[in-house]
T-cell receptor, first 116, second 116 residues
Framework: GAVVSQHPSWVICKSGTSVKIECRSLDFQATTMFWYRQFPKQSLMLMATSNEGSKATYEQGVEKDKFLINHASLTLSTLTVTSAHPEDSSFYIC????????????FGPGTRLLVL | DQQVKQNSPSLSVQEGRISILNCDYTNSMFDYFLWYKKYPAEGPTFLISISSIKDKNEDGRFTVFLNKSAKHLSLHIVPSQPGDSAVYFCAARGPNYGGSQGNLIFGKGTKLSVKP
């Protein structure tokens, strides 16, 4: 149980284009989903917290207009990297939490983004 | 300033021996700690967790110890197997940290290599 999927698993795009990444909880409903980014040899850094039906909460230093998050349902959250630049190239990982009282987050497999 | 620190970037252990992965934290408000295992280009997989009201939690070959006074936790794997070779992340949860509820603060990870 507690399977989270991400799509696509990797994407290469040109600078200036937008990229959408989907995160789905496959066998449970997630009240909260989180988006992380990991640069090489670094830890996972939380970008934003996404609650179904409400606006995402962004961490300090993360531009909400650049990283658009939509939590459309209890099983789907999307992250759109708008006007991507090479410095946005990274490994993006989502996680899902069953409820606010559940401490464990279940992670997706990640999406590798390369912006040329 | 890192609130969760894994000071050993790598650890090499012989198969069958004990692996001890260490983690230190600075924020006494953290109330829940988790260990994740991560393979390259994949999302983290939840391993084991411990509440701040406990000092030990065991699950099969994995045991997590928490020393609140020292703000230190450790993950013991015994016996170690070659399949345990991966990067291990320590994570801590603090309520309402950074305006987000329930998010996790990760260490930088320790790469464990178990040699046959």
């Amino acid at each position: 149980g507690a399977v989270v999927s991400q799509h696509p698993s990797w994407v290469i795009c040109k600078s200036g284009t937008s990229v959408k990444i989907e995160c789905r909880s496959l066998d449970f409903q997630a009240t909260t989903m989180f988006w992380y980014r990991q640069f090489p040899k670094q830890s996972l850094m939380l970008m934003a917290t996404s609650n179904e039906g409400s606006k995402a909460t962004y961490e300090q230093g993360v531009e909400k207009d650049k990283f658009l998050i939509n939590h459309a349902s209890l099983t789907l959250s999307t992250l759109t990297v708008t006007s991507a630049h090479p410095e946005d190239s990274s490994f993006y990982i989502c996680s899902a939490q069953i409820s606010m009282n559940q401490e464990t987050q279940y992670f997706g497999p990640g999406t590798r983004l390369l912006v040329l | 300033d890192q609130q969760v620190k894994q000071n050993s970037p790598s650890l090499s252990v012989q198969e069958g021996r004990i692996s001890i992965l260490n983690c230190d934290y600075t924020n006494s408000m953290f109330d829940y700690f988790l260990w994740y295992k991560k393979y390259p280009a994949e999302g983290p997989t939840f391993l084991i967790s411990i509440s701040s009201i406990k000092d030990k939690n065991e699950d099969g070959r994995f045991t997590v110890f928490l020393n609140k006074s020292a703000k230190h936790l450790s993950l013991h794997i015994v016996p170690s197997q070659p399949g345990d070779s991966a990067v291990y992340f320590c994570a801590a949860r603090g309520p309402n940290y950074g305006g987000s509820q329930g998010n996790l603060i990760f260490g930088k990870g320790t790469k464990l290599s178990v040699k046959p």
